[in-house]
């Protein structure tokens, strides 16, 4: 897959709404699927300081760690803090800006285009349900694969409840506010099983935290 693929999403989220709610730290926000259906956007926990289900995320972060779609950047700044080489990867100008104010650093990049120590990250980061961006799990995986070190690891949240689907979605402010639409996933803890086998990722371990779901896979 190459960066081309991604475009239309990498362009529907530095539009506002969604650049706008990073912007002010508030939603409300949604990601709207063609039928209606709404997935709120937890902006507000996003923006604030790590809680304790990202703390259990952290405490698994080894050597260099990559956030993938890091947004505002909690986590890569929470891991500077600890002393870990971090760098967050984010499509939107506004999320790179409040890493880098927070104290993390962090590149406006897609994940599929060229990214530094690509095959030496410890650890890869597919937190708030970046495991949708592209909205091809399977190629997002083999990607993460090419970026992480022989035996390093990958730390993905997941949905609570069993599912696998694609589609197309918008940045939804609740208000009237649309983004242009652009493919997205969504995956339960068995979905992404088997995606990860055949992407070559194994070993996997899961755990819940505060109503969330995760799964740590290594390479």
Do not use: K
């Not at 890091?70 to 760098?87: E, F, N």
């Not at 506004?94 to 993390?104: C, D, F, I, K, M």
């Not at 599929?112 to 410890?122: A, K, M, N, V, Y």
């Not at 819940?208 to 390479?219: D, I, P, T």
Request: glycine share 12%; charged share 25%.
């Amino acid at each position: 897959m190459t960066a081309q693929l991604t475009e239309p999403a990498a362009r529907a989220w530095r539009a506002d709404p969604y650049s706008e709610a990073l912007r002010t730290g508030q939603g409300p926000l949604f990601l709207r699927r063609s039928d209606g259906w709404l997935l709120p956007l937890e902006v507000e926990r996003w923006c604030a300081e790590p809680d304790s289900a990202d703390a259990t995320v952290l405490s698994r972060c080894d050597g260099p760690v990559l956030d993938i779609g890091c947004g505002p950047g909690r986590l890569v700044a929470a891991l500077a803090r600890r002393g870990h080489l971090a760098l967050g990867v984010d499509v939107t100008p506004e999320a790179v800006t409040r890493t880098v104010r927070a104290g993390g650093s962090a590149l406006c990049r897609s994940v599929f285009d060229p990214l530094p120590s690509e095959g030496r990250w410890g650890t890869v980061l597919l937190i708030d349900g970046n495991i949708g961006i592209g909205g091809d799990p399977g190629a997002l995986l083999r990607r993460a694969a090419q970026l992480a070190a022989p035996g390093g690891s990958l730390l993905v949240e997941v949905a609570t409840v069993d599912v696998d689907e694609r589609v197309d979605v918008r940045v939804d402010d609740g208000h009237g506010r649309r983004g242009a639409p652009f493919p997205w996933a969504r995956l339960g803890t068995r979905a992404l099983r088997v995606e990860a086998a055949d992407a070559g990722w194994s070993r996997a371990v899961t755990w819940h935290a505060e109503g969330r779901a995760f799964v740590q896979l290594r390479r």
